[in-house]
């Protein structure tokens, strides 16, 4: 059982480019988010899914956007990157109220 | 608004001693709360959660206590043992199921 999956793991931008950080899930669960983690802040949330086609925003949403055509991925995109977002991103999913209960490895999102 | 936040941001203590971890919250409506574990260079674990209308939970050597009352939540670990180094997070479920998270404390075992 592979849980969440996070791809890549490490990934390195210039300014401006864009990319998709891929997360998956082999658990059926419902519920999918997206967080990041920068020293001092903690975790905060990006954007999150209640459900396939349901998306809707966290915390943090601008500059990510997300969609959700299945149950099992939910990627993040960054359309255009910036130092910002220079960061760690953690993608979670949970099959109930426990929201957010399993966490990917994470990526390690460098922005030059 | 909501908030979280950790009274101690680390705690160091000797193996084979308990440890209490603690945690602030303020959101009078959150109803449902977890503690995650996180190890240098992974994701977040689950440790233990426990629900508004319960004070205590015990796991496998984790207890968690909450005072809503005083809005406060504790993690004990009994017998901290070296693999329980790491940076412990709570987070609590506020409106639409979003979870809020502290910023962690390091909890650093001595051998």
């Known amino acids: 059982n592979a849980g969440v999956t996070q791809t890549p793991k490490f990934q390195v931008l210039k300014t401006g480019q864009s990319m998709t950080l891929q997360c998956a899930q082999d658990m059926n669960h419902e519920y999918m988010s997206w967080y990041r983690q920068d020293p001092g802040m903690g975790l905060r949330l990006i954007h999150y899914s209640v459900g396939a086609g349901i998306t809707d925003q966290g915390e943090v949403p601008n500059g990510y956007n997300v969609s959700r055509s299945t149950t099992e991925d939910f990627p993040l995109r960054l359309l255009s990157a910036a130092p910002s977002q220079t960061s760690v991103y953690f993608c979670?999913?949970?099959?109930?109220?426990?929201?957010?209960?399993?966490f990917g490895q994470g990526t390690r999102l460098t922005v030059v | 608004g909501e908030s979280v936040g950790l009274h101690l941001p680390t705690l160091s203590v000797q193996e084979g001693d308990n440890s209490i971890i603690n945690c602030a919250y303020s959101?009078?409506?959150?109803?449902?709360f977890i503690w995650y574990k996180q190890e240098s260079g992974k994701g977040p674990q689950f440790i233990i959660d426990?629900?508004?209308?319960?004070d205590k939970r015990q796991g496998q050597r984790v207890t968690v206590l909450l005072n809503k009352t005083v809005k406060h939540l504790s993690l004990q670990i009994a017998a901290t043992q070296p693999g329980d180094s790491a940076v412990y997070f709570c987070a609590e479920r506020g409106s639409n199921y979003k979870l809020t998270f502290g910023k962690g404390t390091l909890l650093t075992v001595n051998p």
């Open positions: 959101n009078s409506a959150s109803d449902y």
């Open positions: 426990i629900r508004s209308n319960m």
């Open positions: 979670a999913s949970s099959g109930g109220v426990r929201l957010g209960a399993f």
